[in-house]
């Protein structure tokens, strides 16, 4: 079974703390995805990255910054963390889109973060 | 940027009862997958469409891609408490892995 694991179910940091969210996956997938889930707002895309030590911005970069030093470690960093950073963060990962028929994403447990 | 609707947001339906999301693009999509999100839970794969018109089908919920493959739909027929939950529709366009996640319709079932 493909898994997908965050370092933390649950974080409480103070405005202005630098946080790291950790996500590890042992499928040997090419991509993943750091996603922000927010009531009525649906996972907005933050970062992805498509091999290692590559990034590409996806909606909503802002504030963030991500790291992918091994295929199978994809983290999210909040340099300053703010209070409008609380939210549901998942990690996904996925094989390429032209690998095989179907390439859906497996997502992470998720990390409650809470900034305060 | 490229968007996707997803309605209704919310759905209460009696144990028994059919229930239907549904989720439009105004772009030519690549392809649509659908997730449930139990509450509590994280999203988990559903299955995936990618030709114009096809449908497909797993028990009791059924999956439709449009024809010009810019909306989809997933009807549950009678409904039980266990598909209580979010469901998402997420979309792919060309030359992109990444995918687009609707806001979701939160489905309650009451028994």
């Known amino acids: 079974d493909v898994k997908v694991t965050q370092s933390s179910r649950y974080l409480v940091k103070r405005t202005g703390e630098k946080v790291f969210l950790e996500c590890v996956q042992d499928?040997?997938?090419?991509?993943m995805f750091w996603y922000r889930q927010d009531p009525g707002l649906g996972l907005r895309l933050i970062y992805f990255s498509y091999d290692v030590k590559m990034k590409e911005k996806g909606d909503i970069p802002e504030g963030y910054s991500v790291s992918r030093e091994k295929k199978e470690r994809f983290s999210l960093i909040l340099e300053s963390a703010s209070t409008n950073q609380t939210s549901m963060y998942l990690c996904a990962s996925s094989a390429p889109k032209d690998s095989g028929p179907s390439y859906e994403q497996y997502f992470g447990p998720g990390t409650r973060l809470t900034v305060t | 940027g490229q968007q996707v609707m997803q309605i209704p947001q919310y759905q209460h339906v009696q144990e028994g009862e059919d229930f239907t999301t549904y989720c439009n693009s105004s772009t030519t999509l690549s392809n649509i997958q659908w997730y449930k999100q139990r509450p509590g839970g994280h999203p988990v794969f559903l299955i995936q469409?990618?030709?114009?018109?096809e449908v497909k089908k797993q028990k009791r919920l059924t999956f439709q891609f449009g024809e010009a493959k810019k909306n989809s739909s997933l009807h549950i027929t009678a409904t039980q408490t266990t598909d209580v939950g979010t469901y998402f529709c997420a979309v792919s366009f060309y030359n992109t892995d990444k995918l687009i996640f609707g806001t979701g319709t939160r489905l309650q079932v009451f028994p």
């Open positions: 499928m040997d997938h090419e991509n």
């Open positions: 469409l990618v030709k114009s018109g």
